[in-house]
């Protein structure tokens, strides 16, 4: 189902003007301490907003390696850093952070001061109803980080079994009522595709019934969550790329994650726990190779939160290598 996409609609999605409010900007930046000359990597560039902040501060001389997996980002980030630095002092990757490795490698950034991971699905990715991430907005089943490539969420709805489908759903999105979600779309799929973001949030609604009444989130909210991180692989990524950051960071070097939902935190506060040796449980054949700057996460204050409502769920947490 992958095989033909709409050359139309790539092209639109790829020439559209990103825009993305970059989530506790000050705290990130204060994290990573930049200077001049300094070294850093933004592994998840966006819409380049905590890149060009990191950029002003580490001129003269100061290098940024941006990554990102989507074209579109990568375009429009360059645009906007090149406005402003000359190229020599900043250089854009299209490919995933979890082979952040082979990336700073192959542009020759080693001993990293500085290495910012953010989560979170842009703005511009979750209001363009062509990538299919919302349902605010009907628009193609689609939720891929990257358009270009792999199976969309149309096509696990049209192809995943029953049982796994729960699971998918239940796992990653920890929605109770997945079961008759699953249920749901597989017999809607036998009569016609789950094609669309408003297909599959009435199917939701009516698997989940009256119970959602009170809640402040939409009963699909779990379900798109699942998908979309079934679909990019998001955490099995994040788990990649978490322990290639720490080997990259110069002693001294900081790494901050800022993270916008529970199974992505818990990730990110394990790993910083493992590496630190967190309550005098280090493994005698492991290492400690990080100390935690951040005992509990940063989140957006009341006045980022009314300004932007999707800081709301985001945790920051920071990690030194020592």
Known sequence: MTDDRDATTRSRILSADFQHASVLLYEVCAALQPHPGGVYIDGTLGGGGHALALLRQTQPGGRLLGIDADPAAIQAAGERLGAEFPAAAFTLSYGNFAEIDKLAAAYGFADIDGIVLDLGVSSYQLDTPERGFSFNADGPLDMRLDPTQGRTAADLAAELDERTLADVIYRYGEERAS????????????????????????????????????????????????????????????????????????????????????????????????????????????????KIITRKPIEAGKAEVQSNPRSRSAKLRIAEKV
């Not at 973001?197 to 009963?219: F, K, N, Y």
């Not at 998001?234 to 900081?254: I, M, S, Y």
């Open 179 to 290: 079961r008759r979600i699953a249920r749901r779309i597989v017999e809607r799929r036998q009569e016609r595709p789950v094609a669309t973001t408003g297909d599959l949030a009435s199917l939701v609604a009516q698997a989940v019934g009256g119970r959602r009444g009170r809640e402040r989130i939409h009963p699909a909210t779990r379900t798109f969550q699942a998908l979309r991180i079934a679909v990019n692989r998001e955490l099995e990524h994040l788990e990649q790329a978490l322990p290639q950051a720490v080997d990259l960071l110069r002693p001294g070097g900081r790494l901050a994650v800022l993270s916008f939902h529970s199974l992505e935190d818990r990730i990110v506060k394990t790993f910083f726990r493992a590496e630190s040796g967190y309550g005098g449980n280090a493994a005698e054949d492991r290492p400690i190779r990080l």
